[in-house]
């Protein structure tokens, strides 16, 4: 199993920037592909980004394409979510996912392990 914690969220006005991070223990990190998910009040939660074991290699969904950068560091067990021109709607709880597989997926199910999740608020 593997523990994470995700850090980074808060309030920031339109058009801004924030980074995420989730910071990893437990099982090796390296060996994990990982991703973003989030959930809008009322909403259900939704993929965001994935990342493959080696970093090389992403997806993102079609909202946050050109604005969001997922990134990893295996060797200080992080990855980590860029997000520029932040609007409204990507007012959300973000949370950090890893599976048992080194390759990416854009569904919740292949996840494996969930960090409680970071707050974040875009305001006008």
């Known amino acids: 199993q593997v523990q994470l914690v995700e850090s980074g969220g808060g309030l920031v006005q339109t058009g801004g920037s924030l980074r995420l991070s989730c910071v990893a223990s437990?099982?090796?990190?390296?060996?994990?592909?990982m991703g973003w998910f989030r959930q809008a009040p009322g909403k259900e939660r939704e993929f965001v980004a994935t990342i493959n074991w080696s970093g090389d290699s992403t997806l993102y969904a079609d909202s946050v394409k050109g604005r969001f950068t997922i990134s990893r560091d295996n060797a200080q067990n992080m990855m980590y979510l860029q997000m520029t021109n932040l609007k409204s709607e990507d007012t959300a709880i973000y949370y950090c996912?890893?599976?048992?597989?080194?390759?990416?997926?854009?569904?919740?199910?292949?996840?494996?392990?969930w960090g409680q999740g970071t707050q974040v608020t875009v305001s006008s």
């Open positions: 437990g099982r090796t990190f390296s060996s994990n592909a």
């Open positions: 996912a890893a599976r048992r597989r080194r390759f990416l997926n854009t569904l919740q199910s292949a996840y494996d392990d």
